[in-house]
């Protein structure tokens, strides 16, 4: 199909594109820059950028774009085919295609009787010409030209001929792919690979692509199907943003293709996990901790019984390596941990115990205590070691806390909100008393906290805080309600969370901000 | 298989049990038996309770169970094997077993010679007998016999021949159903019905039944896969919940049956939707919003043409009736909106704009500057038809805010934290200076509000928070990042959602707090 390479899949990206149809997953101009080039550096083959008629920020981004130097990506300009009754060279969104200056153009086109006739409103003949005019135009103007059959699977089942004509349209007009789309994501993976060999069959010689949506939470299975069935582009986006219940989860099909199918699709799958960590970044949105291969808890282990079993013979509850995709080994401490958990995750923060100890025993009921209270130490590991060292013994407390106090007032004269706090602690017998302002209370409290500490601590400056997340665990009596906070702190090189749990979030922030600087220091001790 | 019906495919739920195995899903034993008592109602088959063996919670479980009043459902017990070695009677894990006293045990078995040797360090020869013996001493003691076939898929691509004389030992020993399990959710549906294909002939005569995990994002077309091949029984979880990335989501497989396969496994499909919430609610999990059939936004229709067909013709985005799963439709209010999402918004609050008018295009723009701030009204209608109040002149100010402030003091000698709020306003030319404590600077301050506003709008004393969300929604400079609050509030009728954002959480707060009584006063007008 294309100059691009030898691979037997190619992977077509649409995050850009149909990733932002997808409720809160919004991107800035920049941010759609840095995923694209990140995109590339994967081994991405093709990314979807935008739709230059539908929005001017997508018309600037393939602006913008022309000065990305993309190793191996081909860039792709998203339209739709001419309208109705109208020259194609007269139609200005086909124009604004052109004009973004992209080595690819895709354009969608109606398969489905229903959609020309409610939808579009003209004739079944007009919607094959407005198919096949545009795409021999762009074909003319020396694009390759990926042609998506929008609701061709629905279109088919109401009626192979018409959904077969309407495709057969692009092939005349030279379209260098024919994909499939499961717009609505109602197919089946059995329905699926049966259509994609029909249409290999009615339409011999062109390349078919697949695009799915995971509305009955099979878009990956039905990419899957369509590949097995000779597919060789895949659609979808990075962790399965896009409309609705979003697109196929390339971060699924991705390592299914080669680790499970012996398809080479990408040069570095270790890269996978930084990838999906680094779209939710970049969009704002919480990383889904259960998502196949790359999720935190992909490979978390929690029944006793699982752990015992990991710990003797990974691969006894593992289908994969984990470093295949980036991605680790997570030994969750909770409720149901037997002494295993306890044992593997102290020895991992270097403070062996042994199994069946009293020292075992205690952690452990202490761990289940706190869980009752709301703490959760999965993702806040600098806590779970604080309590072990205090536990153990192996902790020497850095300062004592006296009190602390925090203010805000708001004026509504247009006055700037004041914000400020203050910490009254003793280091020995040394007494501090500091005040702060900061943007919010917490940051406030972060600036008196740090202020008192440095004259005894200097080394504290290299410690900051990186991200900061607040959880209701009882949305019910509202405001009332126990909050969890997580803090994840740095010193430049390493990471630690912390957490802490009150019935009031400053409280709660407190906590997790002082274990995180007492982490620090008892680690330096 | 069992006297219990004549579905073509029964139901198996383990959200009790291997859903517990999930990172963050945690029950109470009220809540196990609450959660029991919904899944008879909806019409599952079989609910899987516990593991009497593995903790004491899920014994007690099975005593207060027997009060349960079941309609249609069968409770089943979850147990192993016999221990290597042991005559089945002189086992403690099976005695419990027998003493949970449900008319159905499930019982797993190791299928892969890997861990027969590795895991139980055992011969093969004994754990067939460990099979044998265990299904057969339950059966005698009047048992419905469901064999979990560990690691099935796995054991069976290293040796078929191991794996079904496995399988044939509980055969042998009786079981009423032989369950496939891909433990480690790394199998293909090709290779799933290949596989349950070839079992049905080895062992003709005894029904099969399908346990999947998610590892590929496949859990769920895993499962449909087995029942073309002629799986009887789905074992699954609500929402998907379990170990690692989680079990067959029953959540997505029952409307695949049912709507999809012509497969009447429930009588009340249209229950689906609450049911997912309610497992999510007792459980304290966030809902996923993108999840398939069930998700907030399943239907929802954010992209402008998208929105301009459906609202032309609901079917040509929408893969079902979104009511025959107790969802709806639902009209995204974002930045890629064209007006019909405004409109239609517009017109669902009662308040009827035309398209193209002036006043569409001044709330759409406002609508856009505001969420290029961090606002979201997907899950705040409250403050959007403030908003398009406002904008359209339907709006008269109930009171004017002069400043307020909010004290906490966290003093470490024991004392509880004192919570302090003050509120200065007016309401026409009468001012109002209030203060209050509350648990925490949110509930001090709706306090204090309250009691600013009772002797003006005394009908507000209906008016109480139900929800209370914080999200950051920029974590990279950590609590200077800005922060997103999300309230409910209701009037014991109905609900409404209002959003507020700013640098600090209090003050965000206070935005969503002051819309949510605003609106509400708006509406009695």
Same mark, same amino acid.
Request: charged residues 25%; hydrophobic residues 40%; contains cysteine.
């Given at each position: 199909?294309?100059?691009?390479?030898?691979?037997?899949?190619?992977?077509?990206?649409?995050?850009?594109?149909?990733?932002?149809?997808?409720?809160?997953?919004?991107?800035?101009?920049?941010?759609?820059?840095r995923?694209?080039?990140?995109l590339?550096?994967?081994?991405?083959?093709?990314i979807?950028?935008?739709?230059?008629?539908?929005?001017?920020?997508?018309?600037?981004?393939?602006?913008?774009?022309?000065? %990305?130097?993309?190793?191996?990506?081909?860039?792709?300009?998203?339209?739709?085919?001419?309208?109705?009754?109208?020259p194609?060279?007269?139609?200005?969104?086909?124009?604004? %295609?052109?004009?973004?200056?992209?080595?690819?153009?895709?354009?969608?086109?109606?398969?489905?009787?229903?959609?020309?006739?409610?939808?579009?409103?003209?004739?079944?003949?007009e919607?094959?010409?407005?198919?096949?005019d545009?795409?021999?135009?762009?074909?003319?103007?020396?694009?390759?030209?990926v042609?998506?059959?929008?609701?061709? *699977?629905?279109?088919?089942?109401?009626?192979?001929?018409?959904?077969?004509?309407? %495709?057969?349209?692009?092939?005349?007009?030279?379209?260098?792919?024919?994909?499939?789309?499961?717009?609505?994501?109602?197919?089946?993976?059995?329905e699926?690979?049966?259509?994609?060999?029909?249409?290999?069959?009615?339409?011999p010689?062109?390349?078919?692509?697949?695009?799915?949506?995971?509305?009955?939470?099979?878009?990956?299975?039905?990419?899957?199907?369509?590949?097995?069935?000779?597919?060789?582009?895949?659609?979808g986006?990075?962790?399965?943003?896009?409309?609705?219940?979003?697109?196929?989860?390339?971060?699924?099909?991705?390592?299914?293709?080669?680790?499970?199918?012996?398809?080479?699709?990408?040069?570095?799958?270790?890269?996978?996990?930084?990838?999906?960590?680094?779209?939710?970044?970049?969009?704002?949105?919480?990383?889904?901790?259960?998502?196949?291969?790359?999720?935190?808890?992909?490979?978390?282990?929690?029944?006793?019984?699982?752990?015992?079993?990991?710990?003797? %013979?990974?691969?006894?509850?593992?289908?994969?390596?984990?470093?295949?995709?980036?991605?680790?080994?997570?030994?969750?401490?909770?409720?149901?941990?037997?002494?295993?958990?306890?044992?593997?995750?102290?020895?991992?923060?270097?403070?062996?115990?042994?199994?069946?100890?009293?020292?075992?025993?205690?952690?452990?009921?202490?761990?289940?205590?706190?869980?009752?209270e709301?703490?959760?130490?999965?993702a806040?590991?600098?806590?779970?070691?604080?309590?072990?060292?205090?536990?153990?013994?192996?902790?020497?407390?850095?300062?004592?806390?006296?009190?602390?106090?925090?203010? *805000?007032?708001?004026?509504?004269?247009?006055?700037?909100?004041?914000?400020?706090?203050?910490?009254?602690?003793?280091?020995?017998?040394?007494?501090?008393y500091?005040?702060?302002?900061?943007?919010?209370?917490v940051?406030?409290?972060?600036?008196?906290?740090r202020e008192?500490?440095?004259?005894?601590?200097?080394?504290?400056a290299?410690?900051?805080?990186?991200?900061?997340?607040?959880?209701?665990?009882?949305?019910?009596?509202?405001?009332?309600?126990?909050?969890?906070?997580?803090?994840?702190?740095?010193?430049?090189?390493?990471?630690?969370?912390?957490?802490?749990v009150?019935?009031?979030?400053?409280?709660?922030?407190?906590?997790?901000?002082?274990?995180?600087?007492?982490?620090?220091?008892?680690?330096?001790?």
């Amino acid at each position: 199909m294309s100059v691009l390479s030898d691979k037997p899949v190619r992977l077509y990206d649409t995050t850009l594109r149909d990733g932002t149809q997808g409720e809160g997953f919004q991107l800035s101009l920049l941010d759609k820059l840095r995923i694209a080039e990140r995109l590339d550096a994967f081994g991405i083959d093709y990314i979807e950028g935008g739709w230059p008629g539908s929005n001017p920020k997508d018309v600037e981004f393939f602006q913008e774009a022309k000065k %990305l130097k993309l190793a191996h990506a081909k860039l792709a300009a998203f339209g739709s085919t001419r309208r109705a009754d109208t020259p194609v060279e007269e139609d200005p969104q086909v124009r604004l %295609l052109l004009e973004a200056e992209t080595p690819v153009v895709t354009i969608f086109g109606k398969s489905w009787e229903l959609h020309v006739t409610e939808v579009l409103r003209t004739t079944v003949e007009e919607n094959r010409a407005m198919i096949r005019d545009t795409v021999a135009y762009l074909k003319k103007h020396g694009r390759e030209v990926v042609y998506d059959a929008e609701h061709f *699977f629905d279109g088919y089942k109401d009626s192979p001929e018409h959904a077969l004509n309407a %495709l057969k349209a692009a092939a005349e007009g030279g379209a260098d792919c024919l994909v499939l789309c499961d717009t609505n994501g109602g197919t089946l993976p059995g329905e699926v690979m049966e259509i994609a060999k029909a249409v290999q069959e009615a339409i011999p010689g062109v390349p078919i692509g697949i695009h799915t949506h995971n509305d009955c939470e099979l878009g990956v299975a039905n990419a899957v199907a369509a590949v097995k069935a000779g597919a060789v582009q895949v659609q979808g986006t990075i962790n399965g943003y896009g409309e609705r219940t979003g697109n196929c989860n390339l971060t699924s099909v991705i390592p299914i293709l080669q680790l499970k199918m012996d398809l080479k699709v990408v040069p570095e799958l270790e890269k996978l996990r930084d990838l999906s960590y680094f779209v939710d970044d970049v969009s704002n949105n919480p990383h889904f901790a259960r998502a196949a291969f790359v999720g935190r808890t992909a490979f978390a282990h929690k029944g006793g019984m699982h752990v015992n079993a990991v710990q003797k %013979l990974a691969r006894s509850y593992e289908h994969i390596e984990p470093g295949s995709v980036g991605n680790e080994q997570n030994i969750l401490v909770s409720e149901l941990s037997g002494q295993s958990n306890i044992l593997m995750k102290a020895e991992q923060l270097g403070i062996p115990l042994d199994k069946g100890s009293a020292e075992a025993k205690t952690v452990l009921q202490k761990v289940k205590e706190l869980e009752n209270e709301g703490y959760a130490y999965e993702a806040a590991g600098g806590s779970l070691e604080l309590l072990i060292r205090r536990e153990l013994g192996r902790y020497e407390k850095p300062f004592e806390l006296k009190e602390f106090h925090t203010s *805000f007032r708001q004026y509504r004269d247009g006055h700037e909100p004041v914000c400020e706090a203050t910490v009254k602690l003793y280091v020995g017998d040394t007494g501090k008393y500091t005040v702060a302002e900061g943007h919010g209370v917490v940051n406030a409290l972060d600036n008196a906290l740090r202020e008192a500490l440095l004259p005894f601590y200097p080394e504290i400056a290299t410690v900051s805080l990186v991200d900061y997340k607040v959880r209701i665990i009882d949305g019910h009596d509202a405001t009332a309600a126990k909050t969890r906070v997580l803090i994840v702190s740095t010193d430049g090189t390493e990471n630690w969370g912390t957490v802490g749990v009150s019935e009031n979030i400053i409280e709660a922030s407190w906590i997790a901000l002082v274990d995180g600087i007492d982490l620090f220091l008892q680690r330096r001790k």
